[in-house]
């Protein structure tokens, strides 16, 4: 099976935006909701250019960080943390 020519002058003529659209997919590559031949392409892309490469192996491990947080977002700790100064700017009123 052979890539269609059409594509791989595509590749091959990279530019600047041939980088910005790969950055564009990058983040659905990641997700797996590519084609094979999108993903083909962004491969190959990365293979030449060292900058996307770059680009999308901070993006995976950004990924992957952003996973390994709980579903709510905040960690419980940190909410009461937030909620304890908010209780230490309140005024005192039980003087009198
Ligand atoms: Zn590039």
Known sequence: MSV??????????RSKS????LREMASLHLDGELSE???????FH????????GFV???RET???LQKLPPQ??????KRTILQIGDEGTPSSSQG
Do not use: H, W, Y
Request: glycine share 2%; charged share 30%; proline share 5%.
């Open 18 to 21: 041939d980088c910005e659209k």
């Open 57 to 59: 192996s901070t993006l």
């Open 46 to 53: 990365l293979e030449q250019c060292e900058m996307c490469s």
């Open 73 to 78: 977002g905040i960690p419980q700790e940190l």
């Open 4 to 13: 269609a020519p059409t594509i791989l002058s595509k590749i091959f003529r």
């Open 37 to 43: 031949e999108e993903r083909r392409q962004i491969e």
């Open 63 to 65: 990924i992957n960080m």
